[in-house]
């Protein structure tokens, strides 16, 4: 009689080992899903993810030299649109904030290369325009939120101008990442522009770039510099830098088309930047000026296990323990 209730038992254990162990991989789905936000439900963990995005940036003639030249700034917002390989679209519910300034040129021939660098010009650093200080030194600042934005910043934006897009992102969203030229000689940010917009050229081409024309393209490797999403991002990310090669990045960048504001339909949008001008047009007035991109991001996300997933697989391992003790003395 012993000997069959202990071979009982012996069937039984495989069944409860089972079930513990379904429960604690639905404690993990759970403990994944329950506070997810928009960011981490759309990347997919361990695996090189590319977020595709569109730009709204305005263009600020810092110096006033009506040049595009070193010195100069560009500000913006960044609208992620989907998320691959999940194919998640994030439904107006993720926003980055950029700004960098020109640092140096580099000719290439018939073509410039545009180096940017973090803002210093006061009023348009990432700290000024977001307010946080975890922005401090980065180039890229990302938002989400659990339900979609009040506005569609690049589709139709119904606001002001830029400051007030911006402020849009900071009021409404929630920073999850942060990332900026944190190391270098490993981080870069480089345009390859036409010479009709390299260095000491009239910035009022901006005004007069025709929209779906692409003047130019871009491409960078930046750090994550802050981040609270339920991932970290290693250097693992392959990009190219085109004058010194290639690099190991946390996030990589690259873009597709330029279109100019001209026919855009949402011209004064890129506006309101006070006391600065921002294009001059060619009567030398100062116009407002600005463009929208089709960009990448790429990141290679490794997820943290929570708290709470690390407390309830603790929990099913000592409910193992038990089952196995119990088994025994049986």
Do not use: W
């Not at 980055?96 to 020109?102: C, W």
């Not at 339900?147 to 002001?160: D, E, K, M, R, Y």
């Not at 942060?178 to 000689?185: F, I, P």
């Not at 190219?240 to 597709?256: K, M």
């Amino acid at each position: 009689m012993s000997q069959v209730t202990k071979s009982t038992q012996g069937s039984r254990l495989p069944s409860q080992v089972r079930k513990i162990g379904a429960a604690i991989a639905l404690s993990f789905g759970l403990a994944a899903s329950a506070g997810a936000a928009t960011i981490n439900s759309g990347l997919t963990n361990g695996l090189l993810n590319t977020l595709e995005d569109q730009d709204r940036e305005a263009y600020i003639d810092a110096n006033l030299d009506g040049l595009i030249s070193i010195g100069d700034v560009f500000i913006g917002v960044v609208r992620i649109d989907n998320f691959l390989p999940s194919g998640a679209p994030s439904n107006n519910q993720v926003y980055g904030i950029i700004s960098n300034q020109i640092t140096s040129f580099t000719p290439n021939g018939g073509r410039q290369y545009v180096h940017l660098g973090e803002t210093t010009v006061a009023g348009y650093t990432m700290a000024d325009l977001t307010g946080n200080a975890n922005c401090v030194g980065a180039l890229v600042c990302v938002y989400d939120r659990a339900v979609p934005f009040s506005q569609n910043l690049i589709n139709a934006p119904t606001g002001p101008g830029m400051l007030d897009m911006i402020s849009m992102v900071t009021s409404e969203g929630t920073l999850r990442v942060a990332t900026g030229l944190g190391t270098a000689g490993d981080t870069y940010l480089t345009a390859d522009v036409v010479a009709a917009f390299g260095v000491g050229s009239s910035n009022a081409a901006f005004t007069l770039a025709p929209t779906s024309v692409q003047f130019g393209n871009f491409g960078g490797g930046l750090d994550v510099l802050y981040n609270n999403t339920n991932f970290v991002y290693t250097d693992s990310v392959l990009t190219l830098d085109t004058l010194t090669g290639f690099h190991t990045t946390q996030v990589g960048i690259s873009n597709g088309a330029f279109r100019g504001m001209v026919g855009d339909g949402n011209e004064g949008k890129f506006g309101n930047v006070a006391g600065a001008p921002q294009c001059t047009n060619l009567s030398g007035a100062h116009v407002t000026c600005g463009f929208v991109t089709d960009a990448d991001f790429f990141v290679r996300p490794q997820r943290v296990p929570e708290p709470g997933s690390l407390a309830l697989l603790g929990a099913g391992l000592v409910g193992l323990v038990g089952l196995r003790r119990r088994s025994t003395k049986a």
